[in-house]
Nanobody
Framework: QVQLVESGGGLVQAGGSLRLSCAAS????????MYWYRQASGKQRDLVAR???????NYADSVKGRFTISRDNAKNTVYLQMDSLKPEDTAAYYC????????????????WGQGTQVTVSS
């Protein structure tokens, strides 16, 4: 099995910063793209950022210039550096990973983390 565990959420004032981490562990051959999503209360889950195994990144327009996604392939970990936070960034943040497993042939599966809450006060 594979587990994704997020950490780093919390309460911060507007204009502040937080750094989220998501570590994948378990039966992993490799990880392709890794993602951060967020879901505000009563709203749908939206893509925030993604990063390929080669380091190519994409961001939602709402976070461009403020958030930075990165990864450490040796640690199977993805990060989200969030700067200049706004109250509208308040949400539960989830990581998602395209994990390649050998079972016994190579196949890709998608896994979600459990989420970490980010609250930005005005």
């Amino acid at each position: 099995q594979v587990q994704l565990v997020e950490s780093g959420g919390g309460l911060v004032q507007a204009g502040g910063s937080l750094r989220l981490s998501c570590a994948a562990s378990g039966d992993i051959f490799s990880i392709n793209t890794m993602y951060w999503y967020r879901q505000a209360s009563g709203k749908q889950r939206d893509l925030v950022a993604r990063i390929t195994s080669g380091g190519s990144t994409n961001y939602a327009d709402s976070v461009k210039g403020r958030f930075t996604i990165s990864r450490d392939n040796a640690k199977n970990t993805v990060y989200l550096q969030m700067d200049s936070l706004k109250p509208e960034d308040t949400a539960a943040y989830y990581c998602y990973a395209d994990v390649v497993r050998l079972d016994p042939i190579k196949r890709q599966y998608g896994y979600w983390g459990q989420g970490t809450q980010v609250t930005v006060s005005s």
